[in-house]
């Protein structure tokens, strides 16, 4: 029995095609875990601000981009205790 001649044509073309969605499959994975790191990162380590004002022009100036870390504004209790002496 002999194949049609559009027949492999037709094979490399849904191959290719596969091939381009496994592709696409995988960058939008990547792009998705990209997305999911910034987002943990501007919620739980750091966040940009903009200083509008000049009230720390010294320091900053107006319409200056800052990026504060969210770990100075934890209230976790701060103990000072004497250091232990020797006897």
Do not use: C, W
């Not at 849904?14 to 939008?28: C, G, M, P, R, V």
């Not at 910034?38 to 940009?48: A, D, E, G, M, S």
């Not at 009230?55 to 504060?68: C, G, P, W």
């Not at 870390?69 to 209790?77: A, I, Q, T």
């Amino acid at each position: 029995m002999k194949e049609k001649p559009d027949s492999h044509f037709e094979t490399e073309t849904l191959q290719d095609s596969n091939k381009t969605l496994e592709e696409f499959i995988a960058f939008l994975r990547d792009l998705v875990i990209i997305f999911l790191i910034v987002i943990t990162i501007r919620v739980f380590i750091v966040t940009p601000f903009r200083i509008n004002g000049s009230s720390m022009e010294t320091s900053y100036h107006d319409k200056e981009y800052i990026i504060v870390d969210k770990f100075s504004y934890l209230n976790m209790p701060i103990v000072f205790s004497e250091p232990p002496t020797k006897a």
